[in-house]
């Protein structure tokens, strides 16, 4: 099967810069994305890595390193905002296509 | 964009009812959409796909007959949780992809959820 792991809780403080690790096992592998989820809401597209190294995106950046089955996102700046869950996904190899999530990542920033 | 427009947000109802959830994309046309479900502090859980014009996929542990999917036009598909138990009660979360040029993990859009509580 396939899985994701991810720490459950994070916590950092405004103007810091944390990363949320996610170590996968895949039958086959089609990109690891990355979810922030606000308490209530649904989750938000935030990045995809599908080649190894670093996507940039504003204050959020995206690593992935397929040999190790690992990637991690980065939070920089860290806003009291960012306060969410953030979760790691994978494409399920069928052919159908979902997402196969992480258990998720509860950031706790602090002023 | 991609925008996928979930209804209701938030539903009450009584154990032993019905209750249907609505899942729209709004300006592109999903041939195959997800229904996730979300119990609290845990991750997303996919509980079937729904295909335009075929029957729905459901994820092993999942009852088909409690859970009833149609996916009516190639913009709206739709989660029936009949005969409700507060154990029912969680947040369900729909999703479609919109196909792009690239078979690349982009185009995955979230509704907006509802949040089912059965008294």
């Known amino acids: 099967g396939q899985s994701l792991e991810q720490p459950s809780e994070v916590t950092a403080v405004e103007g810091a810069i944390v990363q949320i690790n996610c170590t996968y096992q895949?039958?086959?592998?089609?990109?690891l994305s990355w979810y922030q989820q606000h308490d209530g809401g649904a989750p938000t597209f935030l990045s995809y890595n599908a080649l190894d190294g670093l996507e940039e995106t504003g204050r959020f950046s995206s690593f992935l390193s397929r040999s190790d089955s690992y990637g991690y996102l980065l939070l920089q700046e860290l806003q009291m905002k960012d306060s969410a869950s953030y979760f790691c996904?994978?494409?399920?190899?069928?052919?159908?296509?979902?997402?196969?999530f992480g258990k998720g990542t509860k950031l706790s920033v602090k002023p | 964009g991609a925008v996928v427009s979930q209804h209701p947000s938030w539903v009450i109802c009584k154990s032993g009812t019905s209750v249907k959830i609505e899942c729209r994309s709004l300006d592109f046309q999903a041939t195959t959409m997800f229904w996730y479900r979300q119990f609290p502090k845990q991750s997303l859980m996919l509980m079937a796909t729904?295909?335009?014009?075929?029957?729905?996929?459901?994820e092993q542990g999942v009852e088909k007959d409690k859970f009833l999917i149609n996916h009516a036009s190639l913009t709206l598909s739709t989660l029936t949780v009949t005969s409700a138990h507060p154990e029912d009660s969680s947040f369900y979360i729909c999703?479609?992809?919109?196909?792009?040029?690239?078979?690349?993990?982009?185009?995955?859009?979230f509704g907006s959820g509802t949040r089912l509580t059965v008294v």
């Open positions: 996904a994978v494409r399920d190899r069928g052919s159908q296509g979902n997402l196969i």
């Open positions: 999703s479609a992809r919109k196909q792009t040029g690239q078979a690349t993990i982009y185009g995955y859009t």
């Open positions: 729904s295909n335009e014009g075929s029957k729905a996929t459901y």
């Open positions: 895949t039958s086959g592998f089609y990109g």
